[in-house]
């Protein structure tokens, strides 16, 4: 499958959660995760999440002009029915240009909210957006954002190059519907991924960033 370059981000406590089983916005991290984040997205041209964490975590996907981004990635949101709420902050934030995914083949198009000149409505699969991304988008680095659902079916695909995590090992959250960066425990995937070691690095925050590039 030709596709971008595919790289995750999360921030896990020391049991492997990425939230609680509330699927509430996650908060057990530091200001330098976040600034961690930015300097991730500045590598992406089109940043992707689940539809469950765009809700979750009130996401505008934009890099503050501050940190001078040459510019904006575009904001992609995949969901099946394609069933968005025009009045999440995404919808009237100054960002990249939005691109709506639905999968599921009954998903009517246009999909909600209405047509805007910038969002762009889109019916494929999962793997066929990723194609579209590459080939008509343009993007030659994806950022995908989460969440676990989402992640595990990039990793289902094994279309995942690059893994960045912040380990935040001073927290713990415990709990069986807690999801991990594959989700809630369910299906094992159809074969296991390797990845090594490229940095790791203790922060004065008591967390290690460390990042993993797929083996080859
Ligand atoms: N710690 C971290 O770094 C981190 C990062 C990201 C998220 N999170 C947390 O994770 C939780 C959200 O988890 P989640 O599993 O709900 O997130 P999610 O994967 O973002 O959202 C799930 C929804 O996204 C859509 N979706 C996911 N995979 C899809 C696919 N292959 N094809 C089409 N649509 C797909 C579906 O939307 P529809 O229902 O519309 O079909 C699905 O219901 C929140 O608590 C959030 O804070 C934590």
């Not at 041209?45 to 996401?59: F, K």
């Amino acid at each position: 499958m030709e596709r971008p370059y595919i790289l995750i981000n999360f921030a896990i406590t020391a049991d492997g959660k990425i939230g609680t089983s509330q699927k509430g916005p996650s908060r057990f991290t530091s200001k330098a995760d976040l600034d961690r984040l930015l300097q991730i997205r500045l590598r992406a041209d089109a940043i992707l999440v689940g539809r469950g964490t765009l809700e979750a975590d009130e996401m505008s996907m934009t890099i503050p002009a501050e940190l001078k981004p040459k510019k904006q990635p575009l904001r992609c949101i995949i969901s099946r029915q394609g069933l968005f709420d025009g009045d999440h902050k995404v919808f009237h934030s100054e960002g990249g240009p939005i691109h709506l995914i639905a999968t599921a083949p009954e998903a009517p198009l246009p999909l909600t909210p209405p047509e805007r000149e910038d969002v762009h409505h889109h019916k494929h699969t999962l793997e066929g957006f990723l194609h579209h991304a590459k080939t008509e988008l343009e993007v030659e680095n994806l950022l995908c954002e989460g969440g676990g659902s989402l992640v595990k079916d990039l990793f289902a695909l094994d279309a995942i190059d690059e893994i960045n995590l912040t380990i935040a090992g001073h927290s713990l959250i415990g709990g069986e519907k807690a999801p991990t960066i594959t989700g809630l425990p369910r299906n094992f995937l159809p074969a296991s991924r390797e990845f090594e070691i490229s940095h790791f690095e203790p922060t004065p925050d008591n967390e290690l960033f460390a990042t993993w590039k797929r083996k080859n």
